[in-house]
Every structure is written in C-alpha cells, then in structure tokens.
C-alpha cells in the first residue's frame, strides 16, 4: 500500500486509512454495502476502474483498491484545494455532503465543522482515528505495543 501510495505522490500515512475502514481486511462489509479493505461502495469502485460480479469484485483486490483509494484521495484533496482534513472527511461522509457542510457553515475548518450537527458522528470521528492511529504506529512502544513480530511485504508477480 505504501508503494502504491508513494507512486501516485500521496502521503504514505494515508494508507492508515484502510485500517479505520476496514482493518485491513478485503473480506470487509459495510451496513452501506461498501466492500473490500477501502470500503469503496459499487458505484465509485467503477468510477476508479474496478468490476465486479458474481464471481469476482476488485474492490476487495489490495491492490487494484489501494489503486483506486490513491486516485480517489488525490482528487479529494484536489477538491477541497489541498486540505488533507477535508479530503479524508469526505472519504467518508461522501464528497457532496463535506462540500454542503463547507457551504453551510461558511468554513474549511473541519474542526469547526464537525462541532455542528450536519455531519454524522462516524464522520466527526474519522479523521480524530486516524489521527490517533498515526500516533500509535508512528510510537508503538509508548502506548504498550511491543514486541511486534513484524513481518515483510508480500512479494508477488
């Protein structure tokens, strides 16, 4: 995830954002139907290139996903003129729905955003997770993780 993360120039933290969505699992449902490790529901998993069907649905591909979620956050970010908080915001809540929040409340300040009621609790909550989760990986020992078997990348063709 990282590779992919660095190859399409995005921060590498952001792929943190799989584990709130999904733990990192591509078996990951959601009540909305959202599916695989970035929980992209089926219309938007198609505007980022990924089919399905009875057989088979790249959205639970790590790799065509992560694929996909890098693209998909790029443009949010693009969206939101550069504000990573408003980006991963709409990742979750939806793009449309932080674009009339913004408007509502005459604000890009998530923060200020999120004191309000328009958002959903999931949503005002994403982004203090991910915040927390970074923290987390970036000291693990300083919140009693330790003695990680940390394994190596899987190799594939």
Partial sequence: MRQIFA?????????????IESGFNNRAYSWAHAVGPWQFIASTGKMYGMEGDWWRDE???????TRAAARFLRDL??????????????YNA????????????ETRDFWEISRHSY???????????????????????????????????????
């Fill in 7 to 19: 190859e399409e120039g995005l921060p590498l933290d952001l792929v943190y954002l799989a584990m």
């Fill in 59 to 65: 959205r639970r591909d790590f790799e065509k996903s």
């Fill in 77 to 90: 970010h693009a969206r939101f003129d550069g504000d990573w908080y408003l980006a991963v915001a709409s």
């Fill in 94 to 105: 939806g793009p449309g729905k932080l674009q009339r929040a913004v408007q509502m409340y």
């Fill in 119 to 157: 958002l959903a609790a999931e949503t005002k909550n994403y982004l203090p997770k991910l915040l927390a989760v970074l923290l987390i990986a970036k000291e693990p020992e300083k919140y009693g993780f330790v003695d990680l078997a940390y394994q190596e990348p899987i190799s594939f063709d």
